[in-house]
């Protein structure tokens, strides 16, 4: 048995500060929880996509946590695909990696294996997306009868798989060919993303679907009409690795503040457009 928690979306600036201290307080409660690993779902940064400095303070807050770390990348970190003015290049996942490590890992437990993919370049076609196509490929290949678990800041999907356009929110039904091949094993059993700023557990055949809170913010009912069921509230995610199955929870993060970003926005993300914020 082992311990994940996940940490998401906690959009830290040295220059809008707005959501800071939630994330230390997010920080503060980590060692309480005796992880055996953390992973970051991504949106670490407010801005790492154009901003150098958010990027620094973010890996600052993640340099000095009580248990190994691993990050995947989110839309405000790199970009995203087919934005206008934050596409996720080259340069952007360049340097994220070089603040926060490999945007596209693995890590082998007894039993188990966890992957963690860039959301961001699912289906752009250029030599990131085919390179992670190749990792996947590779995951599969080599996995044996070890579990699988995966992590990504955009959900692979948000009702069903074969869904239409959901627009920003998860990862284009018309790309999930290679994320479909990870839904389709028989071995899964956790998807775990942030994004949404949302807490929702829900099912894929034998594998669990975890929305991941954010540390920073949720999103009210202009910005995000529906919740799909799940809580616009703050939290972490623990999730415990045992033989065949992984049981997850959601925890409060004592201290924070509930900032809904409907009444910031202007402020935060001038000019987005309502469903940018997350
Ligand atoms: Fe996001
Ligand atoms: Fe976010």
Known sequence: MFSVVQI?????SPRITHFNANWEAARALLPRLSPDLIVHTGDATLD???????????????????????VVPGNHDVG???????????????????????????EDRPGWRLLGLNSQVIGAGD???????????????????????????????LDAVEEGPVGYWAVP?????????????PNLRLVASGHLHIARLTTHGPATVAW?????????????????????????MRHVFREDSVETEVIAIPDSRHLVLDDMIDEIYPPAPAAAGS
């Not at 998401?8 to 830290?12: A, K, Q």
């Not at 039904?173 to 094993?185: E, F, S, T």
């Open 212 to 236: 991941c809170p954010a540390t920073s913010f949720t999103l009210g009912g202009k910005l995000m009409a529906d919740a799909r069921g799940g809580d616009r509230r703050l939290g972490v």
């Open 8 to 12: 998401s979306d906690s959009h830290v």
């Open 127 to 157: 030599g990131g997306d085919e390179a992670q196509r190749a990792v996947i490929e590779e995951v599969i290949a080599t996995l044996g009868p070890r579990r699988l678990a995966v992590f990504l800041h955009k959900p692979m999907f």
């Open 80 to 106: 995203d695909l087919g934005a206008a003015t934050q596409p996720p290049t080259a340069a952007r996942i360049a340097r994220h990696e070089r603040h926060f490590g490999p945007c596209v890992w693995t």
């Open 48 to 70: 790492g996509a154009d901003m150098e400095a958010d990027c620094a303070m973010a890996a600052a807050g993640l340099a000095d946590l009580p248990a190994p770390l691993r």
């Open 173 to 185: 039904p018309d790309v999930r060919a290679p994320v479909r091949r990870l839904l389709d094993h």
